[in-house]
């Protein structure tokens, strides 16, 4: 069964600086997608950055970019220049090609300080 | 574009009972999944409708069910409330272009009492 870990239940990062949250991921699969998404204390869901599993190129979006290394099932996420408003549950997701079905993690609670 | 509205946003109901949430996708898209958020199971897929018809299900009981209407709203309904149904219920919204992205609701606060 297709699982997604994200072993750091809590961390927390001075404003500024930089952080990374880490996301693993177990699949026989070949072909998927790969996301982070943010839940700020309001409770929506906002996509953070996607990733097809096809591009070696990882994603860049402004201060968000992920490390994706296929090989290691792994999918961490780097939060740069942090700031306040980056305060959230992070969640990362895995989805098969062909399916809108996520496989989540557990979150991870990142607050920034200032 | 307005986003996903997802009613009623809060809901207070006893053991026993049903309930029926309500999703309205982005407009234009024709896809909708649904999700359970608890602290102790985190997020689970429910089930997904595109253009009327289930195409996934999760791993829940039948007292969990849904539907997609023609103007790609969609409904869940639970029967016979249990306690262990409390939990935040989210919505997305899919753009069908290949790419599994999803636009989620504000969610629905159940608490089963």
């Known amino acids: 069964a297709q699982t997604v870990t994200q072993s750091q239940p809590e961390m927390s990062v001075q404003e500024a600086e930089t952080v990374t949250l880490s996301c693993t991921y177990d699949?026989?699969?070949?072909?998927?997608?790969l996301f982070w998404y943010k839940q700020p204390p309001s409770r929506q869901m906002i996509l953070v950055i996607r990733?097809?599993?096809?591009?070696?190129q990882n994603a860049t979006e402004n201060r968000f970019s992920v490390n994706f290394q296929k090989a290691a099932k792994s999918f961490s996420l780097k939060i740069s220049d942090s700031q306040l408003g980056d305060t959230a549950m992070y969640f990362c997701?895995?989805?098969?090609?062909?399916?809108?079905?996520?496989?989540f993690g557990t979150g991870t609670r990142l607050k920034v300080l200032a | 574009k307005a986003g996903v509205t997802q009613t009623p946003r809060y809901l207070i109901k006893t053991r026993g009972q049903q309930v029926t949430l309500s999703c309205s996708p982005i407009?234009?898209?024709?896809?909708v999944s649904w999700y359970q958020q608890t602290p102790g199971q985190g997020l689970q897929f429910l089930f997904e409708?595109?253009?009327?018809?289930?195409?996934n299900k999760g791993n829940f009981p039948g007292r969990f069910s849904g539907r997609q209407f023609s103007n790609s709203r969609s409904e869940m309904n639970v029967s016979t409330l249990e306690l262990g149904d409390s939990a935040l219920y989210l919505c997305?919204?899919?753009?069908?272009?290949?790419?599994?992205?999803?636009?989620f609701g504000p969610g629905t606060r159940l608490t089963v009492l």
């Open positions: 997701a895995w989805s098969p090609s062909g399916t809108y079905k996520y496989i």
């Open positions: 409708y595109f253009s009327e018809t289930q195409r």
């Open positions: 407009s234009g898209h024709r896809s």
């Open positions: 699949t026989s699969e070949n072909n998927y997608y």
């Open positions: 997305a919204s899919i753009q069908d272009r290949g790419n599994n992205e999803q636009f």
């Open positions: 990733q097809e599993a096809y591009k070696q």
